[in-house]
Nanobody, 114 residues
């Protein structure tokens, strides 16, 4: 019943920027915590950034100071602004919505390469 769709990935040079968007088909987005994840080589998903319904944010250490998560509850959308991108940021990024259960998007590929 909850659909999550992320977009905005692509190919960018090191030092460049991307802005990812994620939209959830829910009536009241503030009821959901939202997060961005990426997978390691073993296809395990680890949180990159999270934001609670009231706007509290947290970040994985490697992206602190470079990535910013935000949300627009009116538009049912969460964003991940990624600056100063590094090759090690290359991954499929997944958006999730959580309210007692995780709902996942299909992923969007981010490739950082010269």
């Amino acid at each position: 019943q909850v659909q999550v769709v992320e977009s905005g990935g692509g190919l960018v040079q090191p030092g460049g920027s991307l802005n990812l968007s994620c939209t959830a088909s829910v009536s009241i987005l503030s009821m959901y915590s939202m997060g961005w994840f990426r997978e390691n080589a073993e296809k395990q998903r680890f949180v990159v950034a999270g934001i609670t319904g009231d706007g509290k944010t947290n970040y994985e250490d490697s992206v602190k100071g470079r990535f910013t998560i935000s949300r627009d509850n009116t538009k049912n959308t969460v964003f991940l602004q990624m600056n100063s991108l590094k090759p090690e940021d290359t991954a499929v990024y997944y958006c999730s919505a959580f309210a007692g259960k995780f709902y996942w998007g299909q992923g969007t590929q981010v490739t950082v390469s010269s």
